[in-house]
Every structure is written in structure tokens, then in C-alpha cells.
């Protein structure tokens, strides 16, 4: 394991990476990062694993918080086509309870403005969890149109099974009813004897 100390270039979209001199490390949860942002002089320990450095437990330790995103030059990026801060967040298919955990804090970690954090995570961890719960709307669209059919052909079974049994029963009611007159046959016949 080696340990760094620099100043942060860039962070990941995911908030789960951060770019110090020219490197990506990674963390395997954007909590690991402890709310570093662009500027921020940090510590962190990592391992290297090929290319990929790997981000160590604690996770990032802050020394000192810089300027963060610049106001002029061109190097950050804006939000999409509205001019203002407003984020935009992309609905993600499929998580699981701590991805969706991860991904509220993760988005709200972006805005400086603890309200704003506050009513990002109150807008979104129902959402995670709905998803989470029920999947996608077009999952859950496909789920009720599977379970349709299932319990039509469920239905169906249903039907045929009592139409076979019903069938059944009638012959061996006839066939009960053929051995009675059988036998009331051979006893009269007997009895005429």
C-alpha cells in the first residue's frame, strides 16, 4: 500500500474516484471520498491492483479544503442546457439497498447548501427504494404482464383439470350405473331360474 498527499484535479460522476496529478484512485463507495471535493488537498492510502489504483479504508482524508470548482476558464463542467446549477439525475435500472444509499448520498453530496442536501435525499431515497422494491416502471410493466399471463394460463389448467374431472366422474358414474343394472340382471335372472 502507498500512501499520497495532493491536491484533487477532478472527481468522478459517481463521486467513488478522484484524480490527483494526472491519476485516477478509486473507492468502492463515494462515502470512502468524506465529502472531498475539486481543490481539496488530500491524504489517502491506495493499492494497485495493474492499472487501477484502489482506494484503502479509512478512505480520503481532507487536510485542508481548497477554492473547489473555479468560476472562470472553461474547466468545469456545467449542467445541462438550463444556464443555472440545477442538477440532473439519471434513473438507474437496478440496485440494491446500499447502491441506492450510496447513489442518494452521492447525488447530494455535489450541492454546498445542507438544505438543498436535505431536500435532494428526501426526493430521492423513495424513488431508490421504490426501484429497488419494484424495479424499473418498465420492469414492474413486464412483472404485471408476466404474472397476467401466469395466472391465465394458471386459469386455464384450472379449467381443463375440473372439465377432465367432471368427465371422469361421469363415467364412472355410468360405469357404476351399467354394473348395478349388471347385477340387478343376473339377479333376476337367477331368481327366474
Known amino acids: 500500500m502507498t500512501e499520497i498527499t495532493g491536491t484533487i484535479q477532478s472527481v468522478r460522476r459517481d463521486r467513488k474516484g478522484?484524480?490527483?496529478?494526472?491519476?485516477?484512485?478509486?473507492?468502492?463507495?463515494?462515502?470512502?471520498?468524506?465529502?472531498?471535493?475539486?481543490?481539496?488537498?488530500?491524504?489517502?492510502?491506495?493499492?494497485?491492483?495493474?492499472?487501477?489504483?484502489?482506494?484503502?479504508k479509512p478512505g480520503v482524508e481532507v487536510l485542508s479544503k481548497g477554492e473547489g470548482q473555479s468560476s472562470g476558464g472553461g474547466g468545469g463542467r456545467k449542467s445541462g442546457g438550463n444556464g443555472g446549477g440545477d442538477k440532473q439525475f439519471r434513473t438507474v435500472p437496478e440496485l440494491n439497498r446500499i447502491d441506492a444509499l450510496n447513489a442518494a448520498v452521492a447525488v447530494t453530496v455535489a450541492d454546498t447548501d445542507t438544505k438543498?442536501?436535505?431536500?435532494?435525499?428526501?426526493?430521492?431515497?423513495?424513488?431508490?427504494?421504490?426501484?429497488?422494491?419494484n424495479g424499473t416502471p418498465t420492469q414492474a410493466k413486464a412483472k404485471a404482464t408476466d404474472d397476467a399471463a401466469a395466472k391465465a394460463a394458471a386459469e386455464e389448467a384450472a379449467?381443463?383439470?375440473?372439465?377432465?374431472?367432471?368427465?371422469?366422474?361421469?363415467?364412472?358414474?355410468?360405469?357404476?350405473?351399467?354394473?348395478?343394472?349388471?347385477?340387478?340382471?343376473?339377479?333376476d335372472d337367477f331368481l327366474d331360474d
Open 159 to 187: 379449467r381443463k383439470a375440473a372439465e377432465e374431472k367432471a368427465k371422469r366422474e361421469a363415467e364412472a358414474a355410468a360405469a357404476a350405473e351399467a354394473q348395478k343394472e349388471e347385477a340387478a340382471t343376473a339377479l
Open 18 to 56: 478522484v484524480k490527483i496529478d494526472d491519476v485516477w484512485y478509486s473507492a468502492y463507495a463515494a462515502s470512502e471520498l468524506n465529502g472531498a471535493e475539486r481543490g481539496d488537498h488530500v491524504k489517502l492510502t491506495y493499492s494497485a491492483k495493474g492499472d487501477f489504483k484502489n482506494i484503502q
Open 116 to 133: 438543498e442536501r436535505v431536500k435532494h435525499v428526501m426526493k430521492l431515497v423513495p424513488i431508490f427504494v421504490n426501484v429497488i422494491e
